[in-house]
């Protein structure tokens, strides 16, 4: 059977970056024979104008049911001021819940092309490829107690930091695992010095490490990882890392590759029957409002979130490097969406494109 793929492409610019990723599904199927189970539905404000939910109940049963997830975005201005409870992000939210997506994968590459985007100096940058796992389930965004209370005369603002061994574990296991088809270099940060999750943190990687001999693993405090990120990223291959500090150092790791429009992410969950992980694909940028319907959407970030599916969750290795690689020869010959240029001379290229170039690439490789 061929593998199953959901695709969500959500509000704003969300559909019109899949309508280029489904191209190349298409060309995928025509010219390489590699075919997938397409299905597509709601969610966010779409979800929400059609249901008055912003997931439907049978659009969950099918996310769990499928090899893998690939959604756009969601949100917009029109969906603002709806109730707390029906918001697009909790259409996201509920994905990431249901489907128990503990292990967020943030990679950061250079591509060379875009070295001088980054923030940083380009030989600091030029040819990372570093990947960042976040534990996303935990920590102190869900921790109990949490809230404000009074105490005394004033009110005091609480949340809590909790961390069981088998969260770390899960999580440090995929990053592990990634780490093996990788450069087999691990740094798990935390702050063992200061915080008693931390502490556990480290003892139970460690633990885990012991399984993965050929993993060569390292420990940093957070505050001196995000250091080492902006000094010289390239001494890391995987960082393993709580919800929390995985927030701020990929976000912090993202910026040193340049534009929002580049960025892909994968977040994994259990293996299902089948061994493949529950995962759901998804670029890091929102749907904005700002240049939606307009045909200026980078797409990329959506294709290498694809190409991190046909990687992670389809075993198809081969099939990712080569798009990876058609991406990168269309930055390198100069097609670019407007957030990849600064030059107010240049006229960018559309969304459409974009693709197009990308699928371009593909024929010529
Ligand atoms: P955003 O990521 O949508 O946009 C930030 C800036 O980056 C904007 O100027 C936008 O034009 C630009 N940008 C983003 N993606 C781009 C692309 N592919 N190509 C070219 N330029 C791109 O974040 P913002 O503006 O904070 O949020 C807008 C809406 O998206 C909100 O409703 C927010 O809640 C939602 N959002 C949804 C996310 C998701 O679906 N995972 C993540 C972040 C925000
Ligand atoms: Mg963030």
Known sequence: TNPSLLILPGDGIGP????????????????????????EDLV????????????????????????????????????????????????????????????????????????????????????????????????????????????????????TQRYTESEIERGARSAFELAMKRSKRLCSMEKANVMESGILWREVVTHVGKDYPEVELSHMYADNGAMQLVRAPKQFDVIYTDNLFGDILSDCA????GSLGMLPSASLGAPMANGRPKALYEPVHGSAPDIAGEGKANPCACILSFAMALRYSFDMGEEADRLEAAVEKVLADGIRTGDLLNDAGVTPASTSEMGNAVIAALDAS
């Open 254 to 257: 993202a910026m040193l590759t």
């Open 44 to 159: 966010g404000g779409a979800a929400y104008d059609k249901h008055g939910v912003p997931l439907a109940d049978e659009t969950m049963a099918k996310a769990q049911k499928v090899d893998a997830v690939l959604l756009g975005a969601v949100g917009g201005p029109k969906y603002d001021d709806l109730d707390f409870s029906v918001k697009p992000e909790r259409g996201l939210l509920r994905l990431r819940k249901e489907m128990d997506l503990y292990s967020n994968l943030r990679p950061a590459q250079c591509f060379d092309a875009l070295a001088d985007f980054s923030s940083l100096k380009k030989d600091i940058v030029s040819g990372l490829d570093i990947m960042i796992v976040r534990e996303l389930t935990s920590g102190v965004y869900f921790g109990e107690p949490r809230g404000i209370f009074e105490e005394g005369n004033e009110r005091v603002g609480i949340n």
């Open 16 to 39: 019109e970056v899949m309508a280029e990723v489904r191209k190349i599904i298409g060309w995928m199927g025509d010219k390489r024979g590699v075919t997938f189970d397409v299905s």
